[in-house]
C-alpha cells in the first residue's frame, strides 16, 4: 500500500498571502488529521476530519481551515498568512479516528 | 485537558546500551496509546500502538508497556545502534478519536 502523500513538499510565500495544503491518505483510511511542528510549540493539534465531516479542532485562529473529499483527500488552507505560520505541516491517516496514525513526511512552509 | 509529558527531553547512551524512554499522562480514560519516531526534518513512523485494554506491545527490539491507572507508558529498545538515534513521541488518544502529544524525547546513540 501507498503511504500517505503531501504536496507540495516546500513552500516559500510572503506575508498576507495563502496557501492550500493536500494530503492523500492511505488508500481505506477515512481519518485525516493535521498538525503544526514548530520548534517552540512542538506538535499541535490542527484539526480531523472523518467522512468529509470536521470532528476535531484545535485551538488554531480562522484564518486556518481545511476540508475532506469524497474520496478522504484532505485539504488545508491558511490565509492571511504570517510570519509565525512557517512551520512544518503534517497530515496523519487512520482507518478511523483514534486508530493508529501513519504520517505523511509533511510540508515544509516558509512564510518571508 | 489531557496533558503528555516526555522526560527526559534528550538523553544520550553508548551503543549497545538499552534505551528507556517515559511517557506520563493525566488523563487515564485514553482510547489508544502510540509510540513514534521522527528523524530530523521528516514525518512521524509508527513505532508500537498499545490499546487501552492492553498491557504492553512488542515489536523486534521495541518494548512498550502501559500502566493506565499510573499514567505511565515506557518505550524499551534493547541493544540501542546509532541508527536509533531520532526524537521519539508519544501520544494518546480519547475516545473521540483526539490524539495529544508529548514533546518528545531526542535520543543519541554514540558508536
Known amino acids: 500500500k501507498a503511504g500517505v502523500t503531501q504536496t507540495p513538499r516546500y513552500l516559500i510565500k510572503t506575508r498576507g498571502q495563502q496557501v492550500t495544503l493536500s494530503c492523500s491518505p492511505i488508500?481505506?483510511?477515512?481519518?485525516v488529521s493535521w498538525y503544526q511542528q514548530t520548534p517552540g510549540q512542538g506538535l499541535q493539534f490542527l484539526f480531523e476530519y472523518f467522512s468529509e465531516t470536521q470532528r476535531n479542532k484545535g485551538n488554531f485562529p480562522g484564518r486556518f481551515s481545511g476540508r475532506q473529499f469524497s474520496n478522504s483527500r484532505s485539504e488545508m488552507n491558511v490565509s492571511t498568512l504570517e510570519l509565525g505560520d512557517s512551520a512544518l505541516y503534517l497530515c496523519?491517516?487512520?482507518?478511523?479516528?483514534?486508530?493508529?496514525?501513519?504520517f505523511g513526511p509533511g510540508t515544509r512552509l516558509t512564510v518571508l | 485537558k489531557q496533558e503528555v509529558t516526555q522526560i527526559p527531553a534528550a538523553l544520550s547512551v553508548p551503543e549497545g546500551e538499552n534505551l528507556v524512554l517515559n511517557c506520563s499522562f493525566t488523563d487515564s480514560a485514553i482510547y489508544n496509546l502510540q509510540w513514534f519516531r521522527q528523524d530530523p526534518g521528516k514525518g512521524l513512523t509508527s513505532l508500537l500502538l498499545i490499546q487501552s485494554s492492553q498491557r504492553e506491545q512488542t515489536s523486534g527490539r521495541l518494548n512498550a508497556s502501559l500502566d493506565k491507572s499510573s499514567g505511565r507508558s515506557t518505550l524499551y529498545i534493547a541493544a540501542s545502534q546509532p541508527g536509533d538515534s531520532a526524537t521519539y513521541l508519544c501520544?494518546?488518544?480519547?475516545?473521540?478519536?483526539?490524539?495529544?502529544f508529548g514533546a518528545g524525547t531526542q535520543v543519541v546513540v554514540t558508536p
Open positions: 496523519a491517516s487512520s482507518p478511523k479516528p483514534g486508530d493508529e496514525q501513519f
Open positions: 488508500s481505506g483510511h477515512r481519518s
Open positions: 501520544a494518546v488518544s480519547d475516545s473521540w478519536g483526539k490524539f495529544q
